[in-house]
């Protein structure tokens, strides 16, 4: 999709459906934070929520693999940092 092409209902609505459960999971983390369970402090992202919704959707769009996460899930990840990362969007 180009940045002029207008996107279906459908589409709109899953766009709209993804950004409004990232605001929700955030206003969760806030308001429970004060409980102390979380072993690191959040980087909340309110009011950003159409920048990852639109970024995923554009990748997902081009065929790029893009995970996202369940809310409170287990995770298992390793870390690896080289270094400062550069992203090219062309």
């Known amino acids: 999709m180009s940045a002029t092409d207008v996107a279906s209902a459908a589409v ?3 766009l709209y ?9 955030e206003e969760r983390i806030k308001a429970n ?3 102390r369970e979380m072993r690191s ?3 909340l992202y309110i009011g ?5 919704t639109g970024v995923c959707a554009a990748l997902r769009a081009e065929g790029v693999r893009v995970e996202t996460g369940v809310f409170g899930a287990r995770m298992e990840l390793e870390l690896v940092n080289d ?3 550069t992203i090219v969007l062309e």
């Open 12 to 14: 709109r609505k899953d």
């Open 17 to 25: 459906y993804r950004m409004l459960l990232i605001r929700r999971v």
């Open 33 to 35: 934070y004060h409980r």
């Open 41 to 43: 402090p959040p980087h």
């Open 48 to 52: 950003h929520e159409a920048v990852a």
């Open 83 to 85: 270094g400062p990362v």
